[in-house]
């Protein structure tokens, strides 16, 4: 039977994966020039840390992992008649993979409050996983690339996350807008139609505006126990036009009866006015701009501020950066009062946007600068230790590894679409030079090292 891999889940060739490093690299780069430090968590958690912190859509879609040795005495000992799907679950299994890197960050930081200083700075570049339905620029396996700060409750952290977001954006040559809500001017808007209670209900739903249409929202909200009247109410809110300033005018008037839905206006203009001055160039030339958003819900519970998601201009894709603030989440594993802000960089849907766009630069993919081909085993030992003088001088090179016809070698070279062959035999080893030949122009010529290295 031929071999396959799980959907939603995907195998990276060395040309792509040349690409994926070239992300990864620009955005550790862009995160280390405004302080934050890289640290790792496990694959997998305890699903007592995972379970209850992503509402639960979220809980569903966490991959559990059977328990080692004999999981299925604990079934058998239990009466079938008594069990649920979840006390069976609870029985047979104990951890899971992580569903994101927010969370395990935040058991991070409570067990490694002696270690570290506060306010935290930290970025995290790691797979995560979810038992997701996969389709387009949706996987069950994917890379997040978080960057957090935890401690402060300053709002300039969000806007510098914002300013990370134009940063990393502008290096990798893709259009952007972000944007921008505030889970308080949701509970707000909640309080405003009656039903505060249904806070998490409203944003679980409006979270699939973009997925599902208005139609199925608006249906959604009312199987979930939402009147007909309050569902009325929301419809001007999701159909809100004008630029940032004229929403959160009109806003202060529709929510002047609410101090929460005031509050995260009053943080959203805080936010946009530090912000103004960055990015006000990439504005201009259209390469980046923030947008206001009351249809942008971020369906995870732990968030209580500002929301934050990033769509790509130029193609059709989902989200390609979300996150937002949190108060309260180190608060559930013992340690209340850390103030947190984060963002999330998927780097699996910014891969497919750099190939559709065809934005990689020629440099992201790494290939061999030259490779030797030889006549024989002394031939071969003499490249050998050609290659390994220049891979010393940081060139990336080879040689073929198997006593071989020339002609074989040269079509290796050309399949592998390497620049430059250096070909070594007898007279290259009498008079300490090897033949080097121009792939792509076809130029050949006789040179020592020193001369390889300056041609090369």
């Not at 914002?162 to 259009?175: A, D």
């Not at 569902?231 to 004229?246: A, H, W």
């Not at 059709?316 to 603030?325: D, H």
């Amino acid at each position: 039977m031929k071999p396959s891999i799980p959907k939603g889940t995907r195998d990276f060739t060395p040309e792509e994966m040349a690409k994926r490093t070239y992300i990864f690299d620009t955005l550790k780069k862009v995160f280390r020039t405004y302080g934050f430090q890289q640290i790792e968590t496990p694959a997998m958690e305890n699903l007592s840390t995972l379970m209850g912190k992503y509402g639960e859509e979220g809980d569903k879609l966490l991959f559990k992992i059977l328990n080692s040795g004999d999981w299925l005495s604990a079934l058998t000992s239990n009466s079938a008649s008594d069990l649920t799907s979840n006390s069976a679950n609870k029985l047979v299994s104990e951890k899971g993979l992580r569903y994101d890197l927010t969370v395990p960050f935040a058991r991070f930081v409570v067990q490694n409050r002696e270690k570290i200083v506060f306010p935290f700075r930290r970025y995290q570049i790691q797979p995560v996983w979810r038992a997701d339905r996969p389709q387009k620029g949706r996987y069950r396996e994917f890379y997040q690339c978080d960057v957090d700060v935890v401690g402060t409750d300053s709002l300039l952290c969000e806007a510098e996350l914002i300013s990370i977001v134009k940063q990393v954006y502008k290096s990798l040559g893709i259009r952007v807008c972000l944007k921008l809500n505030n889970r308080k001017i949701l509970a707000g808007i909640a309080e405003l139609i009656g039903m505060p209670d249904k806070l998490t209900d409203i944003t679980v739903a409006i979270d699939k505006l973009d997925k599902m249409g208005l139609e199925k929202v608006n249906e959604e909200l009312l199987d979930k126990g939402l009147t007909t009247e309050a569902v009325d109410k929301l419809q001007p809110i999701f159909n809100m036009e004008g630029s940032n300033e004229k929403k959160l005018q009109t806003l202060k008037e529709v929510l002047k009866d609410s101090l929460v839905g005031l509050k995260g206006i009053e943080e959203l203009e805080q936010i946009l006015a530090l912000t103004a001055e960055a990015c006000q160039a990439e504005q201009d030339d259209g390469g980046f701009s923030i947008e206001i958003d009351l249809t942008l819900a971020r369906g995870l519970n732990y968030y209580t501020g500002a929301i934050f998601e990033v769509k790509a201009l130029d193609v059709e894709i989902g989200s390609i950066t979300g996150g937002g603030r949190y108060d309260n989440l180190t608060g559930i594993f013992g340690m209340p009062g850390v103030s947190g802000v984060g963002i999330s960089f998927g780097a699996d849907r910014i891969y497919d946007v750099l190939n559709q766009l065809n934005l990689y630069p020629e440099t992201s993919v790494e290939k061999t600068c030259i490779m030797f081909a030889h006549f024989g085993e002394k031939e071969r030992k003499y490249a050998f230790r050609w290659a390994e003088e220049l891979r010393s001088r940081g060139v990336n090179a080879e040689v073929y590894p198997d006593v071989c016809k020339i002609k074989k070698q040269m079509d290796y070279a050309n399949r592998q679409q390497i620049q430059f062959v250096a070909v070594v035999g007898e007279t290259e080893m009498q008079n300490n030079t090897v033949n080097l030949k121009n792939m792509q122009s076809g130029e050949q010529m006789q040179v020592n090292m020193q001369q390889l290295v300056e041609k090369i």
